[in-house]
């Protein structure tokens, strides 16, 4: 029965491998759910320009195992587009005949959808590719493709689904089922073209040219990316050695799920009647007399992708930024405080440059202990992005052998900081309310911006440290718009902010008491009248608990979107410290010299 495209999702044609090649590819959409929802709604995500590309296996289809549910729960749970598509001789794309399929026109094919998500295909949107989750061959297909294009693409998560490690065995399966495979060919298989089952015959070189390579190769893939390898227990494809195999190649960075009782479409192995199956929660595949856990499998990946998980994962690699040389720093008094060098460049065998540039919260709760501590760091001068009530309020000591330049990121006129009480409101309702913080920030503060990189360029043996109140948005700015400067990847200064929230944890308690009271200076129904407001219909919803989250949050896909106005508005970071700030092309390839090292 052919598919029924859901209301968020859009069926159409690319060319593969190029424009006007006369060969298509068949891809389906889905728009996160937000865009089809009423905005009010809070219990489904911000819409992001974040994208995960799923892959079908070997005689499969776009809608294979579990990507309807996962392309479904991405768009609700994430904000995430995704595309899933039939790959040349699959479905609905251009069939090959008797051709068969490579790896190598796989390959082509994957790019093709690449290209076309970040280069604007699709409206004119260009994508962020977060995520490719390939199935069986497509497991395959993803990884050579990222081997590929290794540094020229950077996709943060790559998700293996019951994929094939060593080739050979493919051969001798199908050598084995076929024993006249020699004499014909090749061998006739089942597979559903044109939203019909049919049978397609399978060249002998096709099965060859799958079966005749080994993945070992994978560990050499950038070590800045995730993986993940889920397998069924009983899968009936693939040997179950094969994820001990990736488990071992992609190690550390690789997590491994084994789901008990499962085969090679995450269906039970165990059959069930009509009658058992309906006392069990999971979906009966008829056909098969089996539960279907696709949608479990789904939710491991969100999981896997989600907010928590992610920022864990990249916190734990960059805990360190060599073995002896941890990135945070423990300055007695201040909260947030970590050296923001140690990242990999996208020029190719550079890395920042570290113990030189450091972020932080505001340096007012600094103790004589923590003042040494700055002072062993060997920094040389502190860029104050704070205005100038919020100095006054908490005033900095003086440091021997420190500067203290005050440089207010945002001017202490701003229209931002008049209409505060309102901006605070929208801050405390939903965190993506950060994102029109910070296009302010880069339309309003070009004149402090020209101060600071001036001073950075002038006085390259200096190290420095920048903050504000917190350390969290103006200072996530400034932090941004040096990294992308060094060109370190938008996904990892996304997540190098993120890990604020892990930085404000311990000032959460005193951040909220400071809040209480400022409630309670408003009179005794300040706060119930607030939190009714805000809280607009969200069961459970409390100002202390949500609303502090939303305050103290430095979500990835704020950043990202932040990141994206950049690029739009201002032709990305150099064009805009040349062309908005005023600094001169070769000011800047003097502070990448100084920042890059080898």
């Known amino acids: 029965m052919p598919y029924a495209l859901e209301s968020n999702e859009e069926q159409f044609f690319i060319d593969t491998p190029n424009r006007g090649s006369g060969k298509h590819l068949a891809c389906i959409l889905r728009t996160p759910k937000r865009l089809l929802d009423d905005n009010k709604r809070y219990d489904i995500s911000s819409t992001t320009r974040r994208c995960a590309i799923l892959m079908h296996g070997n005689n499969s289809h776009k809608n294979f195992c579990c990507a309807v549910q996962l392309s479904r729960s991405l768009a609700e749970e994430l904000g995430m587009y995704s595309l899933r598509f039939d790959f040349r001789n699959c479905g609905d794309s251009t069939l090959n005949g008797n051709e068969?399929?490579?790896?190598?026109?796989?390959?082509?094919?994957?790019?093709?959808?690449y290209e076309y998500l970040t280069q604007g295909g699709?409206?004119?949107?260009?994508?962020?590719?977060?995520?490719?989750?390939?199935?069986?061959?497509?497991?395959v297909d993803m990884f050579e493709w990222a081997l590929k294009y290794n540094y020229q693409h950077y996709v943060p998560s790559l998700i293996a689904c019951a994929g094939r490690f060593i080739g050979e065995k493919h051969i001798q399966g199908v050598r084995k089922g076929f024993p006249d495979l020699e004499e014909k060919g090749g061998h006739m298989q089942p597979?559903?073209?044109?939203?019909?089952?049919?049978?397609?015959?399978?060249?002998?070189?096709?099965?060859?040219?799958?079966?005749?390579?080994?993945?070992?190769?994978?560990?050499?893939?950038?070590?800045?990316?995730?993986?993940?390898?889920?397998?069924?227990?009983?899968?009936?494809?693939?040997?179950?050695?094969?994820?001990?195999?990736?488990?071992?190649?992609?190690?550390?960075?690789?997590?491994l799920v084994i789901l008990d009782g499962l085969n090679h479409q995450y269906r039970t192995v165990k059959h069930f009647s009509k009658e058992e199956a309906a006392k069990c929660e999971h979906p009966y595949h008829e056909r098969t007399h089996s539960l279907d856990y696709n949608q479990d499998v789904a939710d491991i990946i969100v999981k896997f992708l989600g907010h928590q998980d992610s920022r864990r994962r990249f916190y734990e690699r960059n805990l360190n930024i060599h073995k002896f040389l941890?990135?945070?720093?423990?300055?007695?008094?201040?909260?947030?405080?970590?050296?923001?060098?140690?990242?990999?460049?996208?020029?190719?065998?550079?890395?920042?440059?570290?113990?030189?540039?450091?972020?932080?919260?505001?340096?007012?709760?600094?103790?004589?202990?923590?003042?040494?501590?700055?002072?062993?760091?060997?920094?040389?001068?502190?860029?104050?992005?704070?205005?100038?009530?919020?100095?006054?309020?908490?005033?900095?000591?003086?440091?021997?052998?420190?500067?203290?330049?005050?440089?207010?990121?945002?001017?202490?006129?701003?229209?931002?900081?008049?209409?505060?009480?309102?901006?605070?409101?929208?801050?405390?309702?939903?965190?993506?309310?950060?994102?029109?913080?910070?296009?302010?920030?880069?339309?309003?503060?070009?004149?402090?911006?020209?101060?600071?990189?001036?001073?950075?360029?002038?006085?390259?043996?200096?190290?420095?440290?920048?903050?504000?109140?917190?350390?969290?948005?103006?200072?996530g700015i400034l932090g941004a718009l040096i990294l992308s400067l060094l060109g370190v990847p938008a996904q990892i200064i996304c997540r190098e902010y993120e890990q604020t929230e892990y930085g404000l944890a311990c000032v959460r308690k005193d951040i909220e008491r400071k809040m209480v009271a400022s409630f309670e200076e408003q009179g005794p129904d300040f706060e119930a009248a607030l939190n009714q407001k805000l809280a607009n219909g969200r069961q459970n919803w409390t100002l202390r608990k949500q609303g502090l989250d939303n305050l103290l949050s430095s979500r990835y896909e704020v950043m990202l979107t932040a990141l994206d106005y950049l690029k739009e508005h201002y032709g990305g970071a150099e064009k805009y410290l040349e062309e908005e700030v005023g600094l001169r092309r070769e000011d800047l390839e003097s502070i990448r010299e100084n920042l890059l090292v080898n």
Not at 328 to 347: C, L, P, T
Not at 395 to 419: A, C, T
């Open 100 to 113: 068969g399929r490579t790896v190598e026109e796989d390959i082509q094919d994957v790019e093709a959808v």
């Open 122 to 139: 699709y409206h004119n949107i260009k994508f962020h590719v977060e995520a490719i989750v390939g199935h069986s061959r497509g497991v």
């Open 191 to 255: 597979s559903i073209i044109r939203g019909k089952y049919t049978e397609i015959f399978i060249p002998l070189s096709e099965t060859n040219n799958l079966g005749h390579r080994s993945m070992e190769k994978i560990k050499d893939i950038n070590s800045s990316v995730d993986t993940m390898c889920i397998y069924g227990s009983n899968d009936d494809v693939i040997p179950l050695s094969d994820s001990a195999l990736y488990a071992n190649a992609l190690s550390p960075r690789n997590k």
């Open 326 to 475: 941890p990135r945070w720093k423990r300055i007695e008094g201040v909260a947030n405080f970590r050296d923001i060098g140690g990242y990999k460049s996208s020029i190719q065998g550079k890395h920042v440059k570290y113990n030189h540039m450091y972020r932080s919260a505001d340096l007012s709760g600094a103790t004589d202990k923590g003042k040494e501590e700055l002072k062993k760091l060997g920094i040389k001068v502190i860029f104050d992005l704070r205005f100038a009530e919020e100095r006054s309020e908490k005033k900095i000591d003086e440091i021997e052998g420190i500067k203290n330049i005050n440089v207010p990121l945002l001017g202490d006129k701003s229209p931002m900081l008049i209409d505060k009480m309102n901006v605070y409101s929208r801050l405390l309702s939903n965190y993506y309310s950060f994102v029109d913080v910070y296009k302010h920030i880069l339309d309003h503060s070009a004149e402090p911006l020209r101060i600071i990189f001036t001073y950075i360029k002038d006085h390259p043996s200096e190290p420095f440290l920048f903050h504000c109140a917190v350390g969290k948005d103006r200072t």
